[in-house]
Protein backbone atom coordinates (compact mmCIF):
# COMPACT_ATOMS: atom_id res chain seq x y z
CA UNK A 1 0.00 0.00 0.00
CA UNK A 2 1.42 3.49 -0.85
CA UNK A 3 0.27 6.74 0.32
CA UNK A 4 0.36 9.31 -2.32
CA UNK A 5 0.87 13.13 -1.23
CA UNK A 6 0.39 15.69 -4.59
CA UNK A 7 1.28 19.19 -4.67
CA UNK A 8 3.58 20.26 -1.37
CA UNK A 9 4.68 23.34 -2.57
CA UNK A 10 8.65 23.33 -1.72
CA UNK A 11 9.50 26.98 -3.30
CA UNK A 12 6.77 29.46 -2.74
CA UNK A 13 5.58 31.57 -6.23
CA UNK A 14 6.93 29.14 -8.76
CA UNK A 15 2.96 28.23 -8.72
CA UNK A 16 2.80 24.74 -10.45
CA UNK A 17 6.73 24.96 -11.00
CA UNK A 18 7.65 25.03 -7.43
CA UNK A 19 5.55 21.68 -6.23
CA UNK A 20 6.53 18.58 -5.56
CA UNK A 21 4.70 14.90 -5.08
CA UNK A 22 5.94 12.21 -2.25
CA UNK A 23 5.14 8.44 -2.36
CA UNK A 24 5.43 7.00 0.97
CA UNK A 25 6.18 3.49 1.87
CA UNK A 26 3.66 1.53 4.32
CA UNK A 27 3.75 2.53 7.77
CA UNK A 28 6.52 5.37 9.08
CA UNK A 29 9.85 4.05 8.40
CA UNK A 30 11.31 3.28 4.82
CA UNK A 31 15.04 2.08 3.60
CA UNK A 32 15.62 5.53 1.62
CA UNK A 33 14.66 8.59 0.03
CA UNK A 34 14.73 9.16 -3.06
CA UNK A 35 14.40 12.78 -4.81
CA UNK A 36 13.54 12.31 -8.19
CA UNK A 37 13.84 14.82 -11.51
CA UNK A 38 11.46 13.95 -14.68
CA UNK A 39 12.71 14.51 -18.07
CA UNK A 40 11.84 16.66 -21.02
CA UNK A 41 14.67 18.84 -21.95
CA UNK A 42 14.12 21.27 -19.62
CA UNK A 43 10.75 22.75 -21.69
CA UNK A 44 8.40 19.44 -21.23
CA UNK A 45 7.55 16.91 -18.68
CA UNK A 46 6.01 16.46 -15.25
CA UNK A 47 6.26 15.08 -11.69
CA UNK A 48 3.32 12.54 -12.11
CA UNK A 49 5.59 11.50 -15.08
CA UNK A 50 6.81 8.19 -13.96
CA UNK A 51 4.30 7.41 -11.15
CA UNK A 52 4.44 4.03 -12.18
CA UNK A 53 8.22 3.74 -11.35
CA UNK A 54 7.37 5.99 -8.31
CA UNK A 55 4.70 3.90 -7.05
CA UNK A 56 6.47 0.50 -7.59
CA UNK A 57 9.51 2.04 -5.81
CA UNK A 58 7.62 2.67 -2.49
CA UNK A 59 5.92 -0.69 -2.65
CA UNK A 60 9.55 -1.87 -2.28
CA UNK A 61 10.22 0.30 0.75
CA UNK A 62 11.97 3.43 -0.86
CA UNK A 63 10.34 7.08 -0.15
CA UNK A 64 9.91 9.06 -3.50
CA UNK A 65 9.42 12.48 -3.58
CA UNK A 66 8.95 13.72 -7.50
CA UNK A 67 9.42 17.27 -8.40
CA UNK A 68 8.61 20.32 -11.14
CA UNK A 69 10.55 22.72 -12.14
CA UNK A 70 10.34 25.96 -13.99
CA UNK A 71 10.85 25.05 -17.61
CA UNK A 72 11.98 27.02 -20.81
CA UNK A 73 10.64 29.20 -22.18
CA UNK A 74 9.75 30.82 -18.62
CA UNK A 75 13.37 29.86 -17.00
CA UNK A 76 16.48 30.36 -18.18
CA UNK A 77 19.99 29.16 -16.71
CA UNK A 78 20.47 28.43 -13.78
CA UNK A 79 17.50 28.46 -12.34
CA UNK A 80 15.89 25.14 -12.72
CA UNK A 81 18.88 24.43 -11.58
CA UNK A 82 18.72 26.54 -8.70
CA UNK A 83 14.75 25.29 -7.95
CA UNK A 84 16.12 21.33 -7.96
CA UNK A 85 18.63 22.00 -5.01
CA UNK A 86 15.51 23.88 -3.60
CA UNK A 87 13.71 20.50 -3.56
CA UNK A 88 16.42 18.85 -2.21
CA UNK A 89 16.64 20.97 0.76
CA UNK A 90 13.14 20.80 1.57
CA UNK A 91 13.00 17.27 1.53
CA UNK A 92 15.64 17.11 3.88
CA UNK A 93 14.30 19.44 6.30
CA UNK A 94 10.59 18.31 5.71
CA UNK A 95 10.60 14.82 5.05
CA UNK A 96 10.49 13.44 9.06
CA UNK A 97 6.90 15.06 9.30
CA UNK A 98 6.04 12.10 6.39
CA UNK A 99 8.39 9.23 7.24
CA UNK A 100 12.02 7.86 8.36
CA UNK A 101 14.25 7.42 6.02
CA UNK A 102 17.98 5.93 6.10
CA UNK A 103 19.56 7.20 3.25
CA UNK A 104 19.08 10.16 0.97
CA UNK A 105 19.55 9.35 -3.13
CA UNK A 106 19.20 12.27 -5.98
CA UNK A 107 18.58 11.81 -9.87
CA UNK A 108 16.36 11.69 -12.78
CA UNK A 109 16.01 11.01 -16.21
CA UNK A 110 17.76 12.57 -19.33
CA UNK A 111 16.68 16.49 -18.15
CA UNK A 112 16.49 15.47 -14.50
CA UNK A 113 19.92 13.66 -14.93
CA UNK A 114 21.58 16.56 -16.12
CA UNK A 115 20.06 18.84 -12.90
CA UNK A 116 21.09 15.56 -10.79
CA UNK A 117 24.81 15.96 -12.12
CA UNK A 118 24.64 19.69 -11.49
CA UNK A 119 23.68 19.39 -8.30
CA UNK A 120 26.61 17.01 -7.42
CA UNK A 121 30.14 18.18 -9.75
CA UNK A 122 29.05 22.04 -8.85
CA UNK A 123 28.56 21.76 -5.09
CA UNK A 124 27.49 25.70 -4.66
CA UNK A 125 24.05 24.47 -5.55
CA UNK A 126 23.36 22.79 -2.65
CA UNK A 127 25.42 24.43 -0.57
CA UNK A 128 23.62 27.86 -1.25
CA UNK A 129 20.70 26.01 -0.07
CA UNK A 130 22.25 24.91 3.07
CA UNK A 131 22.71 20.85 1.91
CA UNK A 132 26.00 19.61 2.56
CA UNK A 133 27.12 16.81 0.02
CA UNK A 134 27.82 14.03 2.20
CA UNK A 135 24.30 14.57 2.97
CA UNK A 136 23.53 12.69 0.14
CA UNK A 137 24.39 8.97 -0.32
CA UNK A 138 24.39 8.38 -4.28
CA UNK A 139 23.43 9.38 -7.27
CA UNK A 140 21.28 7.96 -10.27
CA UNK A 141 22.42 10.05 -13.64
CA UNK A 142 19.84 8.20 -16.51
CA UNK A 143 20.86 9.06 -19.85
CA UNK A 144 21.65 12.83 -19.17
CA UNK A 145 23.96 15.44 -20.94
CA UNK A 146 27.35 15.96 -18.83
CA UNK A 147 28.42 18.70 -21.49
CA UNK A 148 26.22 21.78 -21.95
CA UNK A 149 22.94 20.94 -21.77
CA UNK A 150 21.40 21.56 -25.25
CA UNK A 151 18.14 23.88 -24.78
CA UNK A 152 21.44 26.10 -22.56
CA UNK A 153 22.95 26.03 -26.06
CA UNK A 154 19.90 27.12 -27.94
CA UNK A 155 19.10 29.74 -25.36
CA UNK A 156 22.50 31.27 -25.94
CA UNK A 157 22.03 31.87 -29.99
CA UNK A 158 24.80 28.64 -30.17
CA UNK A 159 23.84 25.41 -32.87
CA UNK A 160 22.23 22.71 -29.76
CA UNK A 161 23.86 19.89 -30.74
CA UNK A 162 27.62 21.65 -30.68
CA UNK A 163 29.19 19.94 -27.74
CA UNK A 164 30.23 22.47 -25.08
CA UNK A 165 32.11 22.00 -21.43
CA UNK A 166 32.10 25.82 -19.50
CA UNK A 167 30.00 26.53 -16.71
CA UNK A 168 27.00 24.85 -17.48
CA UNK A 169 28.42 21.46 -18.05
CA UNK A 170 29.18 19.23 -15.34
CA UNK A 171 32.22 18.12 -16.43
CA UNK A 172 33.75 21.37 -15.98
CA UNK A 173 33.71 20.86 -12.76
CA UNK A 174 36.22 18.01 -12.89
CA UNK A 175 39.50 19.36 -12.19
CA UNK A 176 42.20 19.40 -9.54
CA UNK A 177 42.05 17.81 -6.66
CA UNK A 178 38.08 16.67 -6.89
CA UNK A 179 36.94 16.54 -3.40
CA UNK A 180 35.10 13.14 -2.91
CA UNK A 181 32.68 11.78 -0.50
CA UNK A 182 34.24 8.11 -0.87
CA UNK A 183 30.88 6.41 0.58
CA UNK A 184 28.71 7.83 -2.22
CA UNK A 185 27.96 5.53 -5.13
CA UNK A 186 26.44 6.30 -8.65
CA UNK A 187 24.36 4.70 -11.11
CA UNK A 188 24.81 5.94 -14.27
CA UNK A 189 22.40 4.53 -17.01
CA UNK A 190 22.18 5.03 -20.97
CA UNK A 191 20.40 3.06 -23.93
CA UNK A 192 22.55 1.13 -27.02
CA UNK A 193 20.53 3.53 -29.30
CA UNK A 194 20.55 6.94 -27.21
CA UNK A 195 20.68 10.33 -28.36
CA UNK A 196 23.58 10.40 -30.90
CA UNK A 197 26.73 11.15 -28.24
CA UNK A 198 24.49 10.71 -25.23
CA UNK A 199 26.27 7.03 -24.64
CA UNK A 200 29.85 8.45 -25.15
CA UNK A 201 29.00 11.79 -23.20
CA UNK A 202 28.58 9.83 -19.91
CA UNK A 203 31.35 7.11 -20.52
CA UNK A 204 33.81 10.41 -20.93
CA UNK A 205 31.74 11.30 -17.62
CA UNK A 206 32.96 8.12 -15.93
CA UNK A 207 36.24 7.80 -17.31
CA UNK A 208 36.67 11.73 -15.97
CA UNK A 209 35.49 10.80 -12.57
CA UNK A 210 38.35 7.98 -12.41
CA UNK A 211 40.87 10.46 -13.52
CA UNK A 212 39.16 12.43 -10.56
CA UNK A 213 39.56 10.71 -7.16
CA UNK A 214 36.71 9.01 -7.62
CA UNK A 215 36.90 5.00 -7.41
CA UNK A 216 35.23 2.93 -10.38
CA UNK A 217 34.20 1.05 -7.99
CA UNK A 218 31.67 3.33 -6.69
CA UNK A 219 30.14 4.01 -9.75
CA UNK A 220 27.48 1.20 -11.60
CA UNK A 221 26.95 1.95 -15.39
CA UNK A 222 24.28 0.63 -17.30
CA UNK A 223 23.63 0.00 -20.96
CA UNK A 224 20.09 -0.96 -21.75
CA UNK A 225 19.84 -2.47 -24.88
CA UNK A 226 16.89 -2.79 -27.03
CA UNK A 227 16.14 0.80 -26.40
CA UNK A 228 16.26 4.65 -27.64
CA UNK A 229 16.76 7.31 -25.15
CA UNK A 230 15.16 6.73 -21.83
CA UNK A 231 12.65 4.37 -23.35
CA UNK A 232 12.77 1.66 -20.76
CA UNK A 233 11.71 3.72 -18.30
CA UNK A 234 8.11 3.13 -18.55
CA UNK A 235 8.33 -0.31 -20.06
CA UNK A 236 6.46 -3.12 -17.80
CA UNK A 237 7.17 -6.85 -17.96
CA UNK A 238 4.91 -9.67 -17.57
CA UNK A 239 4.00 -9.64 -14.42
CA UNK A 240 3.07 -5.55 -14.87
CA UNK A 241 6.30 -4.74 -12.60
CA UNK A 242 8.69 -2.00 -14.11
CA UNK A 243 11.92 -3.11 -14.39
CA UNK A 244 13.52 0.08 -14.46
CA UNK A 245 12.24 0.51 -10.60
CA UNK A 246 13.35 -2.74 -9.61
CA UNK A 247 17.14 -1.53 -11.18
CA UNK A 248 17.09 1.29 -9.12
CA UNK A 249 15.82 -0.73 -5.86
CA UNK A 250 18.46 -2.96 -6.57
CA UNK A 251 21.31 -0.02 -6.72
CA UNK A 252 20.33 0.70 -3.63
CA UNK A 253 20.26 -2.09 -1.99
CA UNK A 254 24.05 -2.65 -2.97
CA UNK A 255 24.68 0.45 -1.36
CA UNK A 256 23.39 -0.45 1.69
CA UNK A 257 25.60 -4.24 1.68
Same mark, same amino acid.
Given at each position: MVRIVENLIYQDGAGEA?????YLPQGRDC???????????? %???????DKGVCCELAEGGIAVASANYRMYPHAVFPQYIE?????????????????AYDKVFVGGVSAGAYLSMMLHFCPRFLAECGVEEKEIAGYIFDAGQPTVHFNVLRER???????? /?DEAAPLFYLEGEQPVVKDQRFLV?????? /???????? %?LLIRTMETH???RKQITYR???????????? /???ESGSFPYAQMIKAFMDTFRD
Open positions: GRLDLKALFVYFHGGGL %ESGDKADDAAKAVAWCLGHMAEYTGQDPMAVR /IVVADND /IPGRREQN %EQYDVMEGYTHAGYVG /ITD
